[in-house]
Nanobody, 115 residues
Framework: VNFVESGGGLVQPGGSLRLSCVASGFIFSRANVGWYRQAPGMERELIATILSGVGPTYYADSVKGRFTIFADSAKNTVHLQMDSLKPEDTAVYLC?????????WGQGTQVTVSS
């Protein structure tokens, strides 16, 4: 599985960012695709995922109502729209795929929320 992640950066509290991930090397509709994040000194946390590439979505309580995950299966792309960002959202965000029982992560993109 290969990943190309983009969209991280520095944003002020209350602002928005959109992360994008093009993932290849698997059948999109047979995988769960989504995003984890990891802050310094913290465990990696599942933020949002789409089941079977196009199916139901899951969100962590910490981002529910602020983040939206959506995918374009024809382009093997998954996006994470992040609104109302808070300083505690600062982390490295990693694209994730679970396919045939195996987890894969991208290298990550830094998101920093600060004034």
């Amino acid at each position: 599985v290969n990943f190309v992640e983009s969209g991280g950066g520095l944003v002020q509290p209350g602002g928005s960012l959109r992360l994008s991930c093009v993932a290849s090397g698997f059948i999109f509709s047979r995988a769960n695709v989504g995003w984890y994040r990891q802050a310094p000194g913290m465990e990696r946390e599942l933020i949002a995922t789409i089941l079977s590439g196009v199916g139901p979505t899951y969100y962590a309580d910490s981002v529910k109502g602020r983040f939206t995950i959506f995918a374009d299966s024809a382009k093997n792309t998954v996006h994470l729209q992040m609104d109302s960002l808070k300083p505690e959202d600062t982390a490295v965000y990693l694209c994730h795929v679970l396919v045939h029982g195996t987890h894969y992560w991208g290298q990550g993109t830094q998101v920093t929320v600060s004034s």
